[in-house]
């Protein structure tokens, strides 16, 4: 595509000074991209997601308020007080951040020889998880209850299902949060850790309006939240030794093959070639931003791709250790 004149841009410029809207910010953050100019193209992203915020303040600030601040609160989330409980359900969590190569590995999961249904981001969990926050009960006294309705509501989604042996996937990357709930319940779970590097990761957040995650409109708020996850993560592995699988993705997009029989094994599931050639699959969709990804087969990012916005991101990241 040309690059824009300088006039052009000016003009956009000015319709934005009377619109203020957010398409206009992302439209021109694509032109400065494009134009090699990084630094402009990072403040357009930042003044677009800005822009959204400011449109959808109300909504968005409840969701900001319950994930970086009332979730992170509740301890008893991550130590429940109460054995663990019979249940022949086999989910596969898959957990981590948004852009960090999940909805390839979920289908990756679900393309071998055995029908695996896929849950994708059902928000089961979270929805229910809020419903008890909300009434101010105890979650290690509701446990058995919550068991049922969780697997009841797995049920209605078609996931549940004995012909596959109770085993399906839940790609709702916020379980992180949920780990020791998920080890009480689901007994025979699998968690699968999705990682990338952070830098990849925030740059893909800020590139895509993710419209009603609501701390994705903030770059202070984006590191807020990575923060909360390597800490529960971190947290739960230690906990809970052997029960999260970290799968790198970057090592996953170089070796697909030895990465994705390494994945299959820690699934209890047996691997072929197909697992690689979920991108032929006609009855796979997704409706994460991740849907022109899986039509493709499995390929490498450049490794210095988000290299130029590193510098961008330092100011925020550089106190925090994961970031470094």
């Excluded at 301890?75 to 981590?96: A, H, M, Q, R, Y």
């Excluded at 109770?166 to 699998?190: R, S, V």
């Excluded at 971190?234 to 790198?248: T, V």
Aim: proline share 4%.
């Amino acid at each position: 595509m040309p690059q824009l004149e300088e006039e052009k841009i000016k003009k956009i410029e000015n319709f934005l000074l009377k619109k203020d809207l957010a398409d206009e910010n992302f439209l021109l953050a694509k032109y400065a991209s494009q134009d090699r100019n990084f630094e402009q193209e990072f403040d357009y992203l930042l003044k677009a997601h800005q822009n959204y915020f400011d449109s959808n303040k109300e909504f968005l600030q409840k969701g900001i308020n319950y994930w970086l601040e009332d979730l992170a609160k509740i301890k008893e989330l991550e130590k429940l007080s109460c054995p663990d409980i019979k249940n022949e359900t086999k989910p596969i969590f898959i957990v981590g951040v948004p852009r960090c190569g999940s909805t390839v590995v979920e289908k990756v999961i679900a393309s071998g020889d055995k029908y695996i249904p896929i849950g994708e981001e059902s928000t089961v969990l979270s929805s229910f998880v809020s419903e008890i926050i909300l009434s101010k009960q105890s979650f290690s006294s509701n446990i058995e209850n919550l068991k049922n309705k969780i697997n009841a509501r797995y049920k209605e989604l078609g996931l549940l299902k004995k012909e596959n042996d109770y085993i399906f996937t839940d790609k709702t990357l916020e379980n992180f949060f949920f780990i020791g709930l998920i080890k009480k319940i689901f007994p025979q779970a699998k968690v699968i850790n999705c990682q990338r590097n952070p830098v990849d990761s925030i740059m893909s957040i800020l590139k895509n309006n993710l419209g009603n995650i609501s701390w994705s409109h903030s770059i202070e708020h984006i590191f807020s939240y990575f923060d909360l996850y390597y800490k529960k993560i971190n947290f739960f592995k230690k906990s809970f030794p052997n029960f999260i699988y970290d799968l790198q993705f970057e090592n996953f997009q170089n070796d697909p093959e030895n990465e994705s029989k390494k994945l299959m094994q820690f699934c209890n599931l047996s691997w072929n070639k197909k697992c690689l050639e979920f991108y032929k699959r006609k009855d796979i969709v997704s409706y994460t931003a991740s849907y022109q990804q899986i039509r493709k087969p499995i390929y490498k990012d450049p490794i210095d791709k988000n290299q130029p916005y590193k510098n961008l991101l330092n100011r925020y990241g550089n106190k925090y250790k994961w970031y470094n």
